[in-house]
């Protein structure tokens, strides 16, 4: 009896020495860091942000040029984080506002507005209030502004062979904009930037078709300025 007792202490120090072991003790699995900003696609675009294309003029416009325009025909081919963005500060002229305010694209809080005309286009009005846009020069470049901060951020820097047609914002951490890009051989395809700003992330949508391209562009200077009198 004394040593099945002996016995039966020896077996429960070794079950409490066991659970005493750090080595033993599961681990629990580390979480995100509070302050990480994450953000997951799929290779296509999900129905709501659809839904968002839909509704812009550019949309319309890409579905009269293009028999059968789908935006679910674009895939994503590539993505990149761009931490070397060219920053400067924000220095409006004192008509900056009168002269591109229509035509800016504001994020839905209005903190910060894409500038897709002020670097390509210089706009003016004549004396009859009209709009007058003369293009400055081949080469094109979009800007996002930080009204707040009074910054400018590059965006787009690109020359005559692609185009930025139109954007829009997902959200007030999401934009997208809408263009034709000219690959390395020379080929242009209908290309979407979405750029998520809390991580510098670009993702590059595209569809594989260079005949569909040349029909798209032009949407800018016949629909999103026809107010303006481009000379």
């Known amino acids: ?13 070794i079950a409490v020495s066991c659970k005493d072991d750090p080595k033993k003790e599961p681990q629990a699995p580390e979480g ?5 900003v994450t953000e997951i696609l799929d290779t296509l675009l999900s129905a709501e942000t659809v839904q968002s294309f839909s509704t812009t003029g550019f949309s319309d416009y890409a579905k009269k040029k293009v028999t059968g325009f789908d935006w679910n025909k674009f895939r994503m081919t590539s993505s990149w984080q761009d931490d070397s963005m060219l920053v400067s500060p924000f220095q409006p002229e004192k008509d ?3 002269y591109y305010g229509p035509f800016l694209k504001y994020s839905p809080d209005s903190s910060q507005f894409i500038d897709l005309d002020s670097y390509n286009i210089d706009i003016k009005k004549d004396d009859k209030g009209r709009f007058i846009g003369n293009e400055i020069g081949p080469d094109y470049e979009v800007s996002l502004v930080d009204v707040k901060a009074g910054t400018k951020t590059r965006l787009v820097f690109m020359g005559p062979g692609g185009s930025i047609e139109d954007a829009l914002w997902l959200d007030n951490q999401t934009l997208v904009l809408m263009g034709v890009l ?16 809390p991580t510098k992330t670009f993702y590059l949508y595209e569809i594989p078709d260079t005949t569909l391209a040349d029909p798209l562009m032009g949407y800018w200077r016949t629909e999103r300025l026809k107010k303006v009198i481009i000379q």
């Open 1 to 13: 009896m004394k040593y099945l007792l002996y016995t039966c202490l020896a077996i429960l120090l």
């Open 32 to 36: 995100p860091q509070e302050d990480s």
């Open 96 to 98: 900056f506002y009168k």
């Open 182 to 197: 000219e690959n390395e051989k020379g080929a242009r395809m209908p290309t979407l930037w979405r750029f998520h700003l």
